[in-house]
């Protein structure tokens, strides 16, 4: 009887510690999002959090653009998350709201993100980006041909990812900043007094007048561009799954998976068509 009454008050104490560490961290992240202003924390509203963050920075006299959307050529459009104009330089933000762990480097076209096994079949989930690096790069190369500047303007190439996230064997040599949201501040600081005062303030201030007035940020250019990235997205798909094999059975495009027995090809059909090929990936 004894035995079993000591059974109960450990399985109660059990569960009120495990009650009490998800209040904690529920009241943690809660905290975290109010102090920034922002209750939840999806892609929108990660940058959000983010560009929160540096328009603190206008205090020391920066100015900040957000979501500016820039014409490439008659059609074509890109978005720029955000630009900070201080008097180190051009710092040019990319924001990624992404969990698990990250793997890249500078040279690698594309990054993986590997997400924690899921209940289904125990299997972790590994996704593929585009370097961000490379594509924050583009970013600058776009705002320095907008600027149309004979002088030389120190650019800084920042990558945030979300605090959720881990960042694994991440190689920064390439001259750019990959840091969790956390280190925001601590890194633009560190840059600002390594390099310095490069621009005055009437610099900082004729910069964020021009690009705001080369940024279109309405509702039709955002319809647009998304349109944009989707059809690009798609020509990529049809790219790759034309250069590789389809299904004999059905002539759909087989797709990479992860099996029991290692990688290998279905089609995409799927359960439909359950053709297979072992892959050497």
């Avoid at 050529?73 to 051009?90: K, M, P, W, Y």
């Avoid at 990054?111 to 961000?132: A, C, H, I």
């Avoid at 900082?204 to 007035?213: A, F, P, S, T, W």
């Avoid at 759909?252 to 297979?276: A, D």
């Amino acid at each position: 009887m004894l035995l079993m009454v000591i059974v109960v008050f450990a399985v109660i104490f059990l569960m009120w510690i495990t009650s009490f560490r998800k209040t904690g961290d529920r009241d943690s992240k809660r905290n975290y999002r109010q102090w920034n202003h922002y209750e939840t924390t999806d892609g929108a509203d990660f940058e959000k959090i983010i560009e929160f963050k540096l328009s603190r920075l206008e205090k020391a006299g920066g100015l900040v653009l957000s979501n500016c959307y820039f014409r490439l050529n008659g059609q074509a459009t890109t978005e720029i998350d955000h630009i900070l104009i201080f008097r180190s330089g051009v710092y040019v933000i990319e924001c990624k709201d992404y969990s698990g762990w990250i793997f890249g480097t500078g040279k690698n076209e594309n990054w993986t993100q590997t997400l924690p096994p899921n209940r289904r079949d125990g299997e972790s989930v590994k996704n593929s980006f585009y370097n961000p690096i490379k594509q924050n790069a583009n970013h600058i190369r776009i705002v320095r041909n907008k600027l149309h500047c004979n002088r030389t303007i120190p650019f800084h190439n920042i990558i945030v990812f979300d605090d959720n996230c881990t960042l694994k064997r991440i190689d920064n040599t390439c001259g750019a900043y990959v840091i969790n949201a956390c280190r925001l501040y601590e890194t633009i600081n560190a840059i600002d007094q390594k390099v310095g005062s490069e621009l005055t303030m009437s610099d900082v201030q004729d910069i964020y007048i021009h690009l705001k007035g080369d940024s279109e940020s309405d509702d039709s250019v955002k319809a647009e561009h998304i349109l944009y990235v989707n059809r690009i997205k798609n020509q990529k798909m049809n790219e790759k799954y034309s250069t590789y094999k389809t299904c004999p059975r059905c002539g759909y495009p087989l797709v990479l998976r992860n099996g029991q027995y290692g990688r290998f090809y279905g089609c995409s059909r799927y359960p439909n068509c359950k053709y297979t090929k072992q892959s050497n990936v």
